[in-house]
């Protein structure tokens, strides 16, 4: 049994998914706008690029996070390995690959 202390790195908060669940498409948006840019979520036009509401913005912002696959970089968000491992068309995984995850991140540590 590991002595990690539950939740250790995790943000408190409640209700920062604005009472979103997570919807088909949106971390593959959010994906493909932080590739081009770490500030697409920030920006004015956030909800002409994302093609949402100005309230569905920030929960994408929290799923995205939530699943692992943007971290914070100062104001940014950034794609992390796992969202590049799970979701780039040329390096990711195919269905018929025998490609393993990026070290760590879809392990027991997340």
Do not use: I
């Not at 493909?32 to 036009?45: G, K, V, Y």
């Not at 909800?47 to 100062?74: D, E």
């Not at 995984?93 to 760590?104: A, I, Q, W, Y």
Request: aromatic share 10%; net charge positive; hydrophobic share 30%.
């Amino acid at each position: 049994m590991s002595n990690r202390t539950p939740l250790t790195g995790c943000l408190p908060g409640f209700g920062r998914h604005r009472g979103y669940p997570p919807r088909y498409g949106w971390l593959r948006k959010v994906y493909d706008a932080l590739r081009q840019d770490p500030t697409a979520l920030r920006r004015p036009d956030a909800t002409v690029v994302l093609g949402v509401g100005k309230s569905m913005v920030p929960s994408m912002a929290f799923w995205s996070q939530a699943f692992g696959l943007a971290a914070r970089n100062g104001q940014d968000l950034v794609p992390t390995n796992r969202a590049h491992w799970l979701l780039d068309e040329e390096t990711g995984p195919t269905p018929t690959s025998n490609s393993t995850p990026v070290s760590g991140c879809c392990t027991g540590g997340w």
